[in-house]
């Protein structure tokens, strides 16, 4: 396997797709999370897949799901942002809840609000039909590790 | 049970029939149970987890179920890890099982009515890893039921080492008033 560093130096520079550097994530794949870029915009796809059916009679899709969605694409997205990539660890999630995620494919945008020396913050916003009603927002804190990756 | 007559005279050509049935404590408690569900707190959470797909495919289990405090157990996988350097199990899945625990212990208090339940928001502490191959427990508790909203704690350890958390949680849930819902659980 790749290091780390090196697989992420690769994706900057748009010699290596996106898409590597989540699939090297068990949980990730196990969700199915797809990675589009425009330029340096990365927007997350969580695909329509029976798997993330939360309540069955609606249908709908599992909150947990959406969260566990959400929570990667935070981290891939500020692996990405750091100069010297460090591998981030979640101190806390916090998601609400706006709208039923219906079954049909979900996205996801990241901005980081601050990324400090040891702590970064990222607000996460997923929709299914337009930005403007995301159907759940989340803000997460992660703690950058000492060793580089 | 004892049954029987006693008629009572009370004057003149004017006498009661009291009917009489004496239960036993055994009978007693018998119909008690009859008037009771034919299925328990549990039965009700291993029902609504069976309609869950996710949770299912996530291979959660419910240990236990009563009315302030509902157990569910997410084994470690190998398609459940975070960082493929160190084999913890990714954040996310951990989150996952915890949110259908926290609804769960709704489902404990609105027993045996089964409601839907969507959850409004939840906060996931991360305390500390979970190490490789460690199963984890969740324990999640409805403390205070309204009308309209149910609130949650919820605490995860690694399976055997109940005295350090690995995971603290607070959640609020939103009870919708759909008719027929307990069909989701068979009702």
């Known amino acids: ?149 | 049970m004892k049954r029987g007559t006693v008629t009572v005279a009370c004057g003149h050509r004017l006498t009661f029939t009291i009917k009489f049935s004496v239960f036993t404590l055994k009978e007693a408690l018998a119909a008690v149970t009859d008037s009771s569900p034919p299925f328990t707190r549990l039965d009700i959470c291993n029902r609504f987890l069976d309609s869950v797909r996710h949770s299912k495919v996530l291979g959660m289990q419910v240990l236990s179920a009563e009315e302030f405090s509902v157990r569910t157990v997410l084994p470690w996988r190998e398609d459940l890890v975070g960082n493929p350097e160190n084999g913890m199990m990714h954040g996310g899945a951990i989150f996952a099982m915890m949110d259908q625990a926290g609804g769960m212990a709704v489902t404990c208090r609105t027993f045996p009515n089964f409601e839907i339940t969507p959850t409004i928001d939840f906060r996931l502490d991360h305390l500390r890893g979970p190490a490789k191959g460690a199963s984890v427990i969740c324990e999640a508790s409805c403390y205070r039921l309204t009308n309209h909203v149910a609130f949650v704690k919820l605490t995860s350890w690694e399976e055997g080492n109940e005295e350090e958390p690995i995971a603290t949680g607070l959640a609020t849930y939103t009870r919708l008033k759909i008719d027929k819902a307990g069909k989701v659980v068979g009702q």
Request: with cysteine.
């Open chain 1, 1 to 149: 396997m790749k290091a780390l560093k090196t697989l992420i130096e690769e994706c900057r520079s748009g010699e290596t797709d996106y898409q590597e550097l989540v699939d090297r994530v068990p949980y990730a794949r196990f969700l199915g999370i797809k990675v589009v870029a425009q330029g340096d915009e990365l927007t997350f796809v969580l695909p329509k897949n029976d798997n993330v059916i939360g309540n069955p009679t609606l249908p709908a899709l599992h909150g947990g799901a959406v969260a566990g969605f959400m929570e990667q694409a935070a981290i891939i997205f500020i692996l990405l942002q750091m100069g010297e990539p460090r591998v981030p660890k979640t101190i806390d999630f916090t998601i609400d809840y706006l709208r039923a995620g219906h079954f049909r494919e979900t996205y996801a945008e990241c901005s980081v609000t601050r990324l400090g020396r040891r702590i970064a913050n990222v607000h996460i916003s997923a929709w299914q039909k337009n930005r403007q009603e995301p159907i759940t927002i989340a803000r997460a804190h992660f703690l950058l590790s000492e060793d580089n990756a």
